[in-house]
């Protein structure tokens, strides 16, 4: 291999275990203009000479030498005067974990956080010490939310934060204490019903309009999809009053917090935007559940079915609904050109897709 003549910056070292060595490993020479030999030994001829934070290849192992390819020169140097340097993979992987580490998606979104990739490369260097730090900062930062909600007698999201705290540490038998005590009924009693009006009109919506909407409402948000500039909230305190029902012999759902009615079943398969909006036409024409006023749901109406944490059906979405709605249209559109916003109920976010693409269908109507 050619040789380099400065050092990557921030790649990951660990100190050499000569035994411990395999092939294909890369190394960094760490002693100044280091002697390098034509054979694992210093009685050996002297063929070259390589400089400190140069990296290399190393081809095989003798007793306490390491062999190594110099400009397509085989020759030896001494494993005491190099060290090891994380591969290619880890640094990737670092350094994507990184990036959602600075953006606080933690543990969620399930397919974008920090701790599965941190994860990954504990797997492949379980002694990775800068790993281990980031995942106690990330439990650190989990314990001081719980703490700050739990000041706030917002036992719900308290809860969900302690739980992600025990996925990053879950010996912590002081924090399974307090998780024990907030689960208890007379901590979490009922709190009046909350009515929220949603918007109900369609609209063409902006990313700061989404991450408004948020807070505003209290909606749960669990996926933490701040690497769409969305708010970083993970759950909110919104509580819905569902019932079950029929309208005509049709299930239905009514929320009496949104007071909206949901038709309980949709279609199996997803579809594009614009056959979305032919599908609720279809249900008006035919007077489905005896009614005409059904229309796609707005973002908000939407975004009041998220829930906290996944049912067992790998949804953030009440089992009422089913499992058929992984993700789901909304009517409104985004300022991106043929776009449209959608709800994943899967990941627990709110996203927004080119119209052509497809996605479930929850029916809405306002019940007064």
Not at 303 to 312: F, G, I, Y
Request: proline share 6%; aromatic share 10%; hydrophobic share 40%.
């Amino acid at each position: 291999m050619g040789r380099y003549t400065s050092m990557i910056l921030c790649i990951l070292v660990i100190g050499l275990v000569p035994a411990l060595i395999t092939g294909a490993d890369t190394i960094m020479i760490t002693g100044n203009r280091l002697n390098v030999r034509s054979g694992p030994g210093r009685t050996y001829d002297i063929i070259s000479i390589v400089n400190k934070n140069e990296q290399f290849e190393m081809l095989q192992q003798q007793e306490e030498w390491v062999q190594i390819s110099v400009e397509g020169v085989l020759g030896w140097v001494p494993a005491a005067a190099i060290t090891v340097v994380a591969d290619n993979a880890i640094q990737r992987l670092i350094k994507q974990a990184d990036y959602y580490f600075q953006r606080q998606q933690f543990t969620t979104p399930a397919e974008a956080n920090a701790y599965e990739l941190y994860r990954q490369v504990l797997q492949i260097e379980p002694d990775n010490v800068y790993v281990q730090k980031r995942i106690q900062q990330m439990a650190r930062t989990y314990k001081i939310w719980a703490e700050r909600a739990k000041e706030k007698n917002e036992t719900e999201k308290a809860v969900i934060f302690y739980q992600r705290y025990l996925y990053l540490i879950p010996d912590d038998e002081q924090v399974k204490g307090v998780l024990r005590l907030l689960d208890q009924p007379d901590v979490n009693r009922a709190k009046p019903l909350k009515i929220l009006r949603l918007r109900s009109e369609p609209g063409t919506l902006s990313q700061q309009h989404i991450v408004h909407i948020i807070p505003k409402y209290s909606f749960h948000h669990p996926a933490d999809w701040t690497k769409y500039g969305l708010s970083p909230s993970i759950t909110g305190n919104i509580r819905h009053d569902y019932s079950r029902n029929t309208a005509h012999g049709v299930p239905v759902v009514l929320d009496h917090a949104t007071q909206l009615m949901w038709l309980q079943q949709g279609p199996t398969e997803p579809m594009a935007w614009k056959n979305a909006n032919e599908y609720i036409e279809q249900l008006n024409k035919n007077g489905v559940a005896g009614y005409t006023g059904w229309r796609l749901p707005t973002i908000e109406e939407l975004a009041s079915l998220l829930e906290p944490r996944k049912t067992q059906a790998g949804l953030y979405l009440d089992p009422l609904f089913g499992t058929d709605v992984l993700w789901c249209w909304s009517a409104d559109r985004s300022p991106s050109p043929n776009s449209a916003w959608y709800i994943s109920f899967n990941s627990g976010g709110i996203q927004q897709q080119p119209i052509k693409n497809t996605a479930f269908v929850l029916a809405v109507r306002s019940q007064y």
